[in-house]
């Protein structure tokens, strides 16, 4: 056996594709509308970022379980482009026999002609952004595109086939009631997608909603109203059978997400592209975040990166400790004990008391996690082991 396997471990690789078809006033990720740029310069200077990683040192020990395109709206390219790219990646990373390959969309940017393009080219994960099936609901929060175009692009994706297909939501919107959730979430299970990502709305006050927030022009529901939104989800998913994984994911049994998983392992993952991250070897490293900058750095045969930032031990001990904790199943003791020399009870001493004292985290069969009462309020649980 060739040495490089003998040593391999398994890692994610992100592919960022930072352009959409308009900038939807709630949005903080990097991304930018797709008008003024130059796509074509980009994919090239990703295969370039491709290339180059190709013989890093660390690539050659790894095998990707996983490659994620996502953004910004990946399906705003041609289906022959985003083929290419992800074809080429095969090619010149290392990948697991069976990887998962996944393609972020967005309703208004799919054909079947594109999503049969991309499932020849082995895409086998489908992730539609519809957000809210209520027209109302998609127009207060500037989404480009309508609910008839999301049941359009979710019957096209079930007519090309692919086996695994993921729906994300979003409550607790300006307007949005608990009846207008349930609908939500009623019609998404008729649809009966492989996973469902939930997330609650947050502004961040570097958006036009932070704007609006600021000058009390932001109907947002009550916090009991979306407290009650968060609260209806568990039941109908549960009974229609789905189990919830994460704080915010559900999934048919087997259809749990693998690059998630690698984030929420706090596993080693390379990011391709402008403002994706990797995180490998120890560093953090982050790639400049302006497309033409990304562009005219790869073009002149350098490197992207913006800056690299050593992890101490105990640094990525707690991090590990806190994406674990996402987790339903939590994060294994033995696991940490392993990794990092360290266990929680001792690390943490009176604070993680303090937590299973109040009935927010536990310990069951060596998983640290929390509990069916620290769940609905994991941000304040988790803060306090940051
Ligand atoms: S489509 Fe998604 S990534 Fe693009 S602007 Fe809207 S929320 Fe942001």
Known sequence: MHADLLTSVVAGLYIHIPFCVSKCPYCSFASRPLAGQDPTGYLAAILAQA?????????????????YVGGGTPTVYPGADLARLIESCLELLPFTAAPEISVEANPNTVTLEKLQTLRRAGVNRLSIGVQSFSDRLLTAIGRAHTAKEAHAALDLAR??????????????????????????????MAIGPEHLSLYELMVESDTPFGDLQRAGKLALPAEDETVAM???????????????????????????????????????????????????????????????????????????????????LEASFRETVIMGLRLVKGVAVRDLEQRFGLTPRAYYGAVLRKLEDQGLIEEVAGQLRLTRKGLPIANQALARLV
């Not at 007519?159 to 939500?184: E, H, K, M, R, V």
């Open 230 to 312: 968060a609260e209806a989800i568990c039941a109908p998913l549960m009974a229609g059978g789905y189990a919830r994984y994460e704080i915010s994911n559900y999934s048919r049994p087997g259809y749990q997400c693998t690059q998630n998983l690698i984030y929420w392992h706090n596993d080693s993952y390379l990011g391709l592209g402008a403002g994706a991250v990797s995180s490998f070897s120890g560093l953090r490293i982050k790639t400049v975040e302006d497309p033409a900058l990304f562009i005219k750095l790869l073009q002149a045969g350098g490197t992207p990166f913006l800056e690299a930032e050593g992890l101490p």
């Open 159 to 188: 007519a090309t086939g692919f086996p695994n297909l993921n729906l994300d939501l979003i409550y607790g919107l300006p307007g949005q009631t608990l009846a207008d959730w349930q609908t939500s979430l009623a019609t998404a």
């Open 51 to 67: 290339r180059a990683m190709a013989n890093h040192p660390w690539t050659r020990k790894v095998r990707f379980a996983s490659l």
